[in-house]
């Protein structure tokens, strides 16, 4: 990885371990500061953060539950006033729940919207007051968000389509601005919500072009080119990191 982000400010959400973690270290590795949100993992959140300083960066973790509006907005304040400022806000924050809709429970299905909705807008718009010319927003998706070829993710499918939408609008409003606005979405990747040996990892496998699942950093190198001036036309749009599973 060769892009450069030296003097940049990141934030990174939900980053204390997974995707998240890849992201921020990445980040940091490519010259920028860099706060972190946990939710409930405290201990791997200052390990990141370790991480982060042994790579001569500033990094910063900052406490807060993605569903709730104000602690969105928190967490951008906090990022703002720790580091700076702001420059590139990757909103990886989401949960993963699935079951057939009528079945699912009112607490799921909320979870669901919150953070995987509502947690990005919310986050995002405290952050646009922040962003300069050249910033950057990139949104975690899902190339479940295009298709949906395994049954009982109808939800999280619904809920990662809306960020299709909101990065392709916000492009859009922000362009005139010299903010661009895009999206990584993942295909099945090894983490902890999604293990190469889960339930239901066969049958993903299969679905794959390269037959293996991806790794966290292959995720974490297509963020860090979008928030790089390597990408400075981009923006609108979205990089699919599935092996081919959608091809």
Do not use: C
Not at 43 to 49: G, N, P, S
Not at 75 to 82: H, K, M, N, S
Not at 108 to 131: F, K, S
């Amino acid at each position: 990885m060769s892009y450069s982000l030296a003097g940049k400010h990141a934030l990174v959400t939900g980053a204390s371990r997974g995707l998240g973690k890849a992201i921020a270290l990445t980040l940091a590795r490519a010259g920028a500061d860099v706060a972190i949100t946990w939710e409930k993992s405290a201990e791997k959140a200052e390990a990141v953060v370790a991480e982060i300083r042994a790579l001569g960066r500033n990094g910063v973790a900052i406490q807060a539950d993605s569903a709730r509006p104000e602690a969105a907005r928190a967490a951008v304040a906090q990022t703002v006033e720790q580091l700076g400022g702001l420059d590139i806000l990757v909103n990886n924050a989401g949960i993963a729940r699935g079951g057939l809709l009528e079945t699912m429970s009112q607490e799921d299905i909320d979870a669901l919207i919150n953070v995987n909705i509502r947690g990005v807008v919310y986050t995002t718009q405290a952050a646009i007051a922040h962003l300069p010319k050249g910033g950057r927003i990139i949104n975690i998706g899902s190339n479940l968000s295009d298709r949906v070829p395994l049954g009982e993710i109808a939800i999280y499918s619904m809920t990662k389509s809306a960020l299709n939408s909101l990065t392709r609008g916000l492009a859009r409003d922000l362009g005139p601005r010299g903010i661009t606005v895009n999206m990584v979405k993942p295909g099945s990747t090894e983490s902890d919500m999604n293990p190469v040996d889960g339930e239901t990892s066969d049958a993903q496998r299969r679905l794959i072009a390269l037959g293996h699942y991806g790794e966290a950093q292959d995720i974490a190198e297509a963020v860090a080119f979008l928030a790089s001036p390597a990408a400075k036309q981009i923006t609108g749009a979205d990089i699919v990191v599935d092996g081919g599973a959608n091809a």
